[in-house]
């Protein structure tokens, strides 16, 4: 199964990566000119709407591991492979240094939080709040 930032691709997203892997370098890039300009045509206006986290409540007694599973199906659109130093070295001052889980869970929320914070800037340009819990806002202070 193939898959995109952690979560798996849809069987119409398998066949056209596959298909679009099949092509030569100048066809993909007519294939990528052809999806741009469909998406100019103005159906895929939806493209730069953000996509929201699915808030999970975090269990009273959590382990690290389902923690970061917990998180990684909240912000199910944030690339996996850009959070993965972080959440190792999260992982890491847990299991070798002996920091107690909950602070451990607590960093990786606020962690997962922050690169939601700049996904929302990269797709609108603005920083955005979760319902009525606000997310962390280190964006202006970095």
């Given at each position: 199964m193939l898959i995109r930032g952690g979560a798996a691709l849809k069987p119409l997203e398998q066949k056209a990566l596959k298909l679009f892997r099949a092509?030569?370098?100048?066809?993909?890039?007519?294939?990528?000119?052809?999806?741009?300009?469909?998406?100019?045509?103005?159906?895929?206006?939806?493209?730069?709407?953000?996509?929201?986290?699915?808030?999970?409540?975090?269990?009273?007694?959590?382990?690290?591991?389902?923690?970061?599973?917990?998180?990684?199906?909240?912000?199910?659109?944030l690339d996996q492979n850009t959070l993965f130093n972080e959440t190792s070295q999260h992982m890491t001052s847990h299991l070798l240094q002996g920091k107690p889980a909950a602070q451990v869970i607590d960093a990786l929320e606020a962690m997962f939080a922050q690169h939601y914070q700049y996904y929302l800037k990269n797709i609108t340009g603005d920083v955005q709040e979760l319902g009525s819990k606000s997310v962390s806002n280190e964006l202006d202070t970095q």
């Open positions: 092509l030569g370098g100048a066809q993909q890039q007519t294939v990528t000119s052809f999806m741009e300009f469909l998406l100019s045509q103005g159906e895929g206006a939806a493209v730069n709407k953000p996509l929201q986290p699915d808030l999970i409540p975090r269990p009273d007694k959590e382990s690290v591991v389902k923690a970061i599973k917990r998180l990684r199906a909240t912000y199910h659109m």
